[in-house]
C-alpha cells in the first residue's frame, strides 16, 4: 500500500508540474488567472472520487423514494448539465445551438468527449514533434463523422466561393458555357445550343433572336407549370463535338508496332505549375507547337463532399519531356481554353478510366475529349492480370508501386503538400509508356494464349519487334470506338424522383421479409425530397447532409423529439443536428399520413422552431377511481405528481399446490411501489378470463420510508347505527372477495398473488355479538367479549366495549333494556357451533417495515 501511494504521490507531482505549464500557456492566449489549472486539478480529482460514492442498482431505486434525495438529486443533475455544457461549448465540441437538457442523451456526451481528447492528443503530438500551429478562424464547421468515417480536411473553407455565380443548384437541365467552338471542322455550334444559352443568360441576346432576353425564374416556373419544355426531347441538347467525334479516322501507321519510348525519371523531369491565365496560355501554345500527330497523357482530381455537385481540384497534363499541374481555383471561368488542345483530333489524349473525367471536365469547364484512348479499355481487352487499376497497371509495365492512399484525399487543400503533389504527377508521368505497351500488346493479340497480349514480355513489347495481327487490330479499333463513345457521352442533369431514390434504398437496406410501412415508405420519400433541397441550399453533398443509412435508421424508428433522433443514429451528423426539430416534424406529419410538398419551399433554408414551443405528446393514462384515503394524525408524505419515479421493489413468490415444498416454483416479480397503486395498473375488461397459478407464500417484504402514524379513535356510534354496519359489512365483504377472485385483483389494484391474505370471520361470533346488543343471549366473560369483538366489524366493536364494562362503573341503562336483558335471562342460551378451524400454512414474514437510515 505504501508503494502505491508513493507512485500515485509521484505521478500527481509530475501532473502539477505540467499543470503549472499550462497555466502559464492559458494565461497568455485565454487570459485566465495564473494557477487556473493547477487549482481545478485537486479539485476534479475530488470529483471523480466522490461520484464513485453515487448510489447505484437497487440502492439508488430505495433512495428514489424520498423527496429530499429526488429533489436534490435534481438540482444536481440541472447544475451538472449547464456545467457541461459550459464546458463543451466552449470547446466548441458541440452545436451552438444545442440546450444542457440535449445532454441526456449518452451518446452526444461521449462524442464530445472523445472530440476533445482527440485534439489534445493531436496538439501532443505536433508539440512532441516541434511543430507550432496558429490557430486561424475556420469559416465551416467540422461535420459528424458518418458510417463511412470522417472526410479528411473537412474543415477546410470552401473555393467555390470564387466562383459563385458559375454555380446554379436548383437548375433543372444543364447547359454548356462554351461560347466559341474550337478546332471545328466544318459546322460551328448548333442553334439550339445558342438558343440555350441565350434564355439561360450565358450569352447575350444576338440581333436576330427578336429580342429574346434571359428567363427570370418566375417565368421558368411559369413555363414549368404549364408544361412547356419540359420534354425530354426540348431540354436535352446535342454534343457540340458530336461530328467530329462520328467523324474520327486513324491512319494506317496508327495499327503498327512501334517502339515504346522510355519515360525519364520524376526527379529529372520539369514540373510546372499554372495558376494564372497567361501561365494557362502558355502551356497550350507549348503542347500545340510540341505535341501534334503525339500523345498527351491527362488526370483529374475531383471533390464532392463539401459541394453539392462537386467539382475540379486538380488537372494533370504530362508530355514525354514534362509534367503540368493546373490549379482551377484562380482561373475557373478561363479553363474552357483547354479546349484548343483537348478537343483536338490530332492530339491524342491518354486517361485512364474516363468515364467519369470526361463529365466533370464538360460540367465545370465545358472542355470535351476529342480522340482520346482509354487504359483503363486497353487492359480489359487484353484481361490484365492483378486487375484493371492504374496501379496495377504501373506496377506491370514500370515496376514502380504508386501509393494510392491520397486518392480519396481533400484535394481543396491549398498550399498542396509535396507527398499530393507527388502522387499527383506520378498518376500521368508513367501513362504514356504504359499506353505503348498496351498498344503494341492489342496489336499482337491473336487466338493463341502463348503470344496473346501482355503475356509476350515486357522486353518485346517495349522494343516493338512484333507483327501486328489481323485480331489485333480489330482488338485496337475495338478500344478506340469505346473511348470515342465515351467522350461522346453528354453530361445531364435532372430534378430528383424522390420515390425512385426511396426504392433504392430500400433495395439496399431493406429485407423482402420485413419491409416498411406505408407511414415509414412516406416518411423515406420525404426526407429524401428534404434532404435534397437543404443540399442544394447550403452546397453541401447528400453524404454530408445526411448518409442514406441514416436516413433508413430514422424511418425505422420514427423518432417523435431531437432527443430520441439523437439516439437513433450515433453519431449524428451536424446538419441534422442542427435541424433536428424540423426533421421531426416530417416523420411527425408523415406518420399522420400527410404528403408533404417541398417544390414551394424557399431558397433559403429558415431556421427550425426551438425545441421549448413544440408540444411533444404525451401517452395517455388510464384514469382510474381511488377510494379516499382516513386522515391521519400527521402529514402523511406525498409523492409529487411532476413524473417522480417510484422504488422498484423485487418480490420472490412461490407457485403449486404445495408451496413449501421442494416441487413449488418460484418466480421474481418487480413492483413500483406508491400509494396508488391502482394508477399504474389498467382495469381489466370482462372477457379476460382469471388467472391461474397465484403466489401462495411471499418470500420477500420490502416496505418503504417511515411506517404510517395511528389513527385517530372514532367516537362510538348509537346502538342502532353499529348494528346496521354490521349486518351490511358481510354482504359487502363477500361480494368484494367473490369480485376478487374472479378479476384477479384487489380492490387496489394489487395481483392477487401479492396482496396480504385476511383471515375470515367467524359467522358465530357475529351471531353472539348481534343477540348480545339485542339483549336475548346471556351475557358472557369479559375475556370472550374481548376476543369476540376483536374479530368483528369497527361498529360492533365500540358496541361490545359498551357492553362489557362492569355494572358498578357503568350508568344505568334505560328500562327497555333492563327489561330486555331480564327476559333474555330466562331463556337459556343458543349455543352456536364453530367450524372447524383450517391448517393454515405457516409462513415467516419480516415483521415491521425496512427504515432507510438515509432518510
Known amino acids: 500500500e505504501s508503494g502505491i501511494c508513493w507512485v500515485q504521490t509521484c ?376 486487375g484493371f487499376s492504374l496501379a496495377n497497371l504501373v506496377s506491370h509495365f514500370c515496376g514502380v508501386k504508386l501509393d494510392k492512399k491520397y486518392q480519396t484525399a481533400d484535394w481543396r487543400e491549398r498550399p498542396l503538400p509535396q507527398e499530393m503533389v507527388y502522387y499527383a504527377r506520378a498518376d500521368t508521368h508513367y501513362l504514356l509508356f504504359c499506353y505503348d505497351c498496351l498498344k503494341n500488346a492489342l496489336l499482337a493479340q491473336s487466338g493463341m494464349a502463348s503470344t496473346s497480349g501482355v503475356n509476350l514480355g515486357i522486353t518485346t513489347l517495349e522494343s516493338g519487334d512484333l507483327q501486328a495481327t489481323e485480331e489485333g487490330v480489330q482488338a485496337l479499333q475495338g478500344v478506340m470506338q469505346k473511348s470515342a463513345a465515351l467522350c461522346g457521352t453528354a453530361y445531364r442533369e435532372a430534378p430528383l424522383d424522390a420515390g425512385e431514390l426511396a426504392m433504392s434504398l430500400c433495395e439496399r437496406f431493406g429485407s423482402k421479409q420485413r419491409p416498411l410501412e406505408p407511414k415509414q415508405m412516406n416518411a423515406l420519400k420525404a426526407l429524401t425530397e428534404w434532404r435534397d433541397l437543404l443540399a442544394r441550399n447550403l452546397d453541401e453533398s447528400l453524404n454530408y447532409v445526411a448518409p442514406d443509412a441514416c436516413l433508413w435508421r430514422i424511418c425505422l424508428a420514427m423518432p417523435t423529439s431531437p432527443v430520441k433522433l439523437r439516439s437513433t443514429c450515433n453519431p449524428l451528423p451536424a446538419t441534422l443536428q442542427q435541424h433536428a426539430q424540423e426533421v421531426v416534424d416530417i416523420v411527425s406529419k408523415c406518420s399522420q399520413g400527410a404528403v408533404l410538398d417541398f417544390s414551394a419551399e424557399p431558397a433559403t433554408p429558415q431556421l427550425a422552431p426551438k425545441a421549448d414551443s413544440v408540444e411533444v405528446p404525451q401517452p395517455e393514462i388510464p384514469a382510474v377511481e381511488v377510494e379516499a384515503e382516513p386522515a391521519w394524525k400527521g402529514e402523511w408524505p406525498v409523492r409529487s405528481p411532476e413524473g417522480s419515479p417510484r422504488p422498484l421493489v423485487h418480490v420472490t413468490a412461490s407457485f403449486g399446490r404445495e408451496s413449501t415444498g421442494e416441487g413449488s416454483r418460484k418466480r421474481k416479480w418487480s413492483l413500483l411501489c406508491g400509494a396508488d397503486s391502482g394508477s399504474e395498473e389498467a382495469e381489466p375488461s370482462a372477457d379476460s378470463k382469471p388467472q391461474r397459478g397465484r403466489a401462495r407464500v411471499i418470500r420477500r417484504k420490502i416496505s418503504f420510508a417511515a411506517p404510517a402514524p395511528p389513527a385517530e379513535p372514532v367516537d362510538a356510534p348509537d346502538m342502532a347505527e353499529a348494528e346496521a354496519a354490521g349486518e351490511e359489512a358481510v354482504p359487502a365483504e363477500a361480494e368484494a372477495e367473490a369480485k376478487d377472485a374472479e378479476t384477479g385483483e384487489t380492490k387496489d389494484g394489487m395481483p392477487a398473488p401479492l396482496r396480504k391474505r385476511k383471515k375470515k370471520r367467524q359467522p358465530g361470533q357475529a351471531q353472539s355479538l348481534e343477540k348480545l346488543v339485542a339483549g336475548t343471549a346471556e351475557v358472557p366473560k369479559a375475556s370472550a367479549v374481548v376476543k369476540a369483538a376483536a374479530k368483528a366489524p369497527p361498529a360492533a366493536k365500540a358496541a361490545v366495549a359498551a357492553v362489557s364494562v362492569p355494572p358498578q362503573a357503568a350508568k344505568a341503562p334505560p328500562a327497555a333494556a333492563k327489561v330486555a336483558v331480564e327476559a333474555s335471562a330466562a331463556k337459556p342460551a343458543e349455543v352456536v357451533p364453530e367450524p372447524k378451524k383450517k391448517r393454515k400454512k405457516v409462513v415467516k414474514r419480516v415483521k415491521g417495515p425496512v427504515v432507510d437510515p438515509y432518510l
Not at 457541461?84 to 444545442?98: G, M, P, W
Not at 469559416?139 to 474543415?155: H, K, N, V
Not at 434571359?214 to 463535338?241: C, F, I, K, W
Not at 464538360?362 to 480522340?371: A, G, I, K, M, P
Open 11 to 386: 505521478s500527481l507531482s509530475r501532473v502539477m508540474q505540467t499543470s503549472t505549464t499550462v497555466d502559464e500557456a492559458l494565461s497568455k492566449r485565454l487570459q485566465l488567472s495564473p494557477g487556473f489549472v493547477e487549482k481545478l486539478l485537486p479539485q476534479v480529482v475530488d470529483l471523480v472520487r466522490y461520484s464513485k460514492l453515487l448510489p447505484q442498482g437497487e440502492e439508488h431505486a430505495i433512495r428514489r423514494g424520498s423527496r429530499d434525495f429526488l429533489a436534490s438529486a435534481k438540482d444536481l443533475g440541472f447544475r451538472s448539465l449547464q456545467a457541461a455544457h459550459q464546458i463543451f461549448s466552449f470547446s466548441e465540441s458541440i452545436q451552438k445551438n444545442t440546450n444542457p437538457e440535449d445532454l441526456k442523451n449518452f451518446n452526444l456526451l461521449v462524442d464530445s468527449i472523445d472530440d476533445i481528447l482527440e485534439r489534445a492528443d493531436k496538439h501532443l503530438r505536433d508539440a512532441a514533434a516541434g511543430v507550432q500551429r496558429e490557430e486561424v478562424a475556420e469559416e465551416e464547421e467540422a461535420p459528424a463523422a458518418g458510417p463511412a468515417g470522417p472526410q479528411p480536411g473537412s474543415r477546410l473553407p470552401k473555393p467555390q466561393v470564387r466562383w459563385r455565380h458559375l454555380i446554379d443548384n436548383h437548375r433543372t437541365h444543364f447547359v454548356p458555357r462554351l461560347l466559341v467552338k474550337h478546332n471545328e471542322s466544318e459546322s460551328p455550334l448548333a442553334p439550339k445550343l445558342v438558343e440555350a444559352q441565350e434564355k439561360v443568360g450565358i450569352r447575350p441576346a444576338s440581333a436576330g433572336s427578336g429580342g429574346k432576353t434571359a428567363e427570370t425564374p418566375e417565368l421558368s416556373s411559369h413555363l414549368a407549370a404549364m408544361g412547356v419544355g419540359n420534354r425530354p426531347q426540348d431540354l436535352a441538347l446535342a454534343h457540340p463535338y458530336e461530328e467530329e467525334l462520328n467523324g474520327l479516322s486513324w491512319p494506317d501507321s496508327f495499327f503498327q508496332c512501334q517502339p515504346a519510348q522510355r519515360y525519364p525519371r520524376v526527379e529529372d523531369t520539369p514540373l510546372i505549375l499554372v495558376r494564372t491565365e497567361s501561365e494557362l496560355k502558355e502551356m497550350i501554345s507549348e503542347i500545340k507547337a510540341t505535341c501534334v500527330g503525339k500523345e498527351i497523357a491527362v488526370d483529374v482530381e475531383h471533390h464532392d463532399f463539401r459541394s453539392y455537385r462537386g467539382f475540379v481540384c486538380l488537372v494533370q497534363v504530362s508530355t514525354r519531356q514534362k509534367d503540368f499541374l493546373l490549379d482551377p481555383f484562380e482561373i475557373f471561368e478561363q479553363m474552357h481554353l483547354l479546349n484548343e488542345i483537348f478537343s483536338d483530333p490530332r492530339i491524342l489524349k491518354v486517361l485512364h478510366g474516363a468515364d467519369r473525367d470526361v463529365l466533370w471536365l464538360q460540367r465545370d469547364f465545358s472542355v470535351y475529349l476529342v480522340n482520346m484512348f482509354d487504359t483503363g479499355l486497353a487492359t480489359r481487352a487484353l484481361r490484365l492480370q492483378g
